[in-house]
């Protein structure tokens, strides 16, 4: 979903305005080999900022202080978007970690005193569930709706083994290039994957096969002039957009008639929770997800019931039916007779 556009910043020309201050502070951050993403995202929760303080008249750093800063920690939480819903506490501490880090950085640079912003607390995370993950026969359902005798058919039908046998995300299959697939190891490397580090994942063998057969068959066909070296082309040789894949994956998703809504995390959801159940230690989902923490990933031990399942039918008294079946057959019967 695109951002809502601000307005432009008040006191963009005055050297030691908040503005400013932000524009060095994201310098600073590329020179640090920050992504672009994380740029973008820190000065667009900063300009939000910006011009919240603007509104009260405060416009250099020294101005802000900590119960400033807490008082734009309550208009967060007290804020409501456009359908009437409050932030979640993930977007208010999101909303908050930019200017945490800016406020520190402006203390270390000497451009104020003190850090107002050094204890100030964060929301606690929430850790959400994921939603819904496909069962390996409802994947298998999605996989089979593309029509793989049609060019473009055949491409969605490796865009999704992709998604489903790598968990990678959608930005990153988007940015894979010929080069990134080693097809003699079975294995892809995502460069510059979330918090700008590369990896390698394994493919497997059937989302080897088809892949292999779009590189092949279809996308020399999708090549427009220069070869741009992107592994995934739409139809006029251009890179995939985000948007438009995430169409199509959902549209596949609804004609295989799982009753599952979802698009491409979708798949990742799934990939880690069958993983898990079918054995895998947690660290090696980690590191396919790509995951920094072992804590973030940590939330599909929750997911993946199927131990859990097997252990409550064999324990729990309630759980079993075979004893209760005439008992069961009976009640049944007598309710037909009315």
């Not at 104020?112 to 964060?122: D, G, K, Q």
């Not at 590191?287 to 252990?311: D, F, M, N, P, W």
């Amino acid at each position: 979903m695109p951002r809502r556009a601000l307005p432009p910043l008040p006191g963009r020309h005055d050297p030691d305005s908040l503005a400013a201050h932000m524009a060095r502070f994201l310098t600073s951050l590329a020179v640090r080999n920050y992504s672009p993403a994380t740029i973008e995202d820190r000065r667009h929760g900063l300009s939000a900022f910006i011009l919240w303080c603007a509104e009260r008249g405060l416009e250099r750093p020294n101005e802000v202080t900590k119960p400033v800063l807490e008082r734009y920690q309550r208009h967060l939480y007290y804020h409501r978007k456009s359908n009437g819903e409050p932030l979640s506490f993930r977007t208010q501490a999101q909303r908050m970690i930019p200017i945490r880090a800016w406020f520190k950085w402006l203390a270390r640079e000497n451009h104020i005193l003190s850090n107002p912003a050094s204890e100030l607390e964060l929301p606690r995370p929430e850790r959400r569930l994921p939603a819904l993950v496909l069962t390996a026969d409802e994947a298998d359902a999605v996989m089979a709706v593309p029509d793989t005798g049609a060019p473009l058919g055949l491409r969605d039908r490796a865009v999704l083994e992709l998604l489903y046998a790598t968990a990678i995300r959608r930005g990153e299959l988007i940015a894979l290039t010929l080069f990134d697939v080693d097809y003699a190891r079975s294995t892809l490397i995502v460069r510059q994957g979330k918090g700008n580090k590369d990896r390698v994942v394994p493919i497997g063998e059937r989302a080897k096969v088809w892949l292999s057969a779009y590189r092949d068959q279809v996308r020399p066909g999708l090549v427009v002039g220069r070869d741009p070296s992107i592994l995934f082309l739409s139809r006029d040789g251009r890179p995939l957009e985000a948007k438009r894949l995430s169409e199509k994956v959902r549209g596949y998703i609804a004609a295989a008639g799982v009753g599952k809504p979802g698009s491409c995390h979708l798949f990742r959801h799934t990939a880690a929770t069958l993983m898990l159940e079918g054995g895998a230690d947690i660290r090696f989902i980690q590191a396919l997800l790509g995951h920094e923490s072992l804590e973030t990933t940590q939330i599909y031990t929750r997911v993946s019931i199927a131990k859990l399942a097997e252990i409550h039918a064999a324990t729990h008294p309630g759980a079993r039916l075979a004893r209760d079946r005439a008992m069961l057959d009976a009640a049944l019967a007598d309710d037909g007779e009315d």
